[in-house]
């Protein structure tokens, strides 16, 4: 009987510990990792653009709404797509983003993760939606990528945002804003 109990407390450590390994998501995606090191830019903008607070996102989902939102700013402004990045009060152009959907693999070597988002780009003058569009992005983190599935989580939230904010940041750039 001792040995049983024994055993069974073995267990449930071991089995404790793997819960954690997966389901910790490493304290959510990392903002500065969501940033894409490339995106191909049709057009530059001579007009100021305001970024709105995302929403939609969740810290258990492991993309926030304000780690999205750095990492979208910073990447308008790595890119130069439009003259700066300022306050929505004061911009002559407001985005919005909303996180529509995204997965959550609970168990897995490899982690396959889709990103929906809803973009929308406003003019101040008459505060009506120029463009909206739908940013469906995929990202693919493997086992070689990280050995503890909560890293390996967070690469694959981290690189799923990096893409959908890239996919964005083309379309918004393909725009024929005056």
Same mark, same amino acid.
């Given at each position: ?36 090191? $490339?995106?191909?830019?049709? /057009?530059?903008?001579?007009? @100021?653009?305001? !970024?709105?607070? %995302? ?66 780009? $406003?003019?101040?003058?008459? /505060?009506?939606?120029?463009? @909206?569009?739908? !940013?469906?992005? %995929? ?40």
């Amino acid at each position: 009987m001792k040995n049983i109990q024994s055993y069974a407390k073995k267990c449930s450590i071991i089995l404790s510990a793997a819960v954690m390994l997966i389901l910790l998501p490493g304290c959510g995606a990392d903002a500065r990792r969501m940033i894409p090191d $490339s995106v191909v830019v049709t /057009n530059t903008f001579p007009n @100021t653009i305001g !970024v709105a607070e %995302t929403v939609g996102g969740q810290n258990q989902a492991g993309i926030s709404n304000e780690a999205y939102t750095q990492a979208l700013v910073n990447a308008l402004q790595k890119f130069n797509v439009f003259k700066k990045v300022v306050s929505p009060d004061t911009a002559h152009y407001q985005l919005y983003v909303t996180i529509l959907s995204y997965d959550r693999p609970v168990v897995g070597l490899n982690f396959d993760i889709t990103l929906e988002t809803r973009w929308e780009l $406003s003019s101040k003058c008459n /505060n009506k939606a120029i463009w @909206t569009n739908t !940013v469906i992005s %995929t990202y693919h983190a493997s086992f070689a990528e990280a050995f503890i599935a909560a890293e390996r989580l967070k690469k694959a939230y981290e690189g799923v945002a990096r893409q959908n904010i890239a996919e964005g940041v083309e379309k918004i750039s393909k725009l024929n804003l005056k």
